[in-house]
């Protein structure tokens, strides 16, 4: 079993996401999202936004610092979302 995606997460769009859709239907920060997970040091599985939440899917990981750097990576999605 692999765990590499098949489909990028962020070109499905919840019902319940929020932001106004591009020409390509991804909600207009779509693209900032993506380069921010892919400069990420640690790339999560997944990242979803929407409903005013941000979720990480991603290996478990007990060291404080992950943890840290994850919120770090929320935090900052949300910001480019609002």
């Not at 079993?1 to 929020?18: G, Q």
């Not at 390509?24 to 921010?36: D, H, Q």
């Not at 990242?47 to 990576?73: E, H, K, N, Q």
């Given at each position: 079993?692999?765990?590499?995606?098949?489909?990028?997460?962020?070109?499905?769009?919840?019902?319940?996401?929020?932001g106004k859709p591009s020409a390509?239907?991804?909600?207009?920060?779509?693209?900032?999202?993506?380069?921010?997970v892919q400069a990420h040091k640690?790339?999560?599985?997944?990242?979803?936004?929407?409903?005013?939440?941000?979720?990480?899917?991603?290996?478990?990981?007990?060291?404080?610092?992950?943890?840290?750097?994850?919120?770090?990576?929320?935090?900052?999605?949300?910001?480019?979302?609002s």
């Open positions: 079993m692999s765990n590499v995606p098949t489909i990028d997460p962020l070109t499905v769009r919840p019902a319940w996401s929020r390509t239907g991804e909600p207009s920060w779509a693209n900032a999202v993506r380069e921010l640690d790339l999560p599985l997944s990242l979803t936004i929407g409903d005013r939440r941000v979720v990480i899917l991603a290996i478990d990981d007990p060291r404080p610092g992950t943890a840290l750097a994850r919120i770090d990576l929320a935090i900052a999605a949300a910001r480019l979302v």
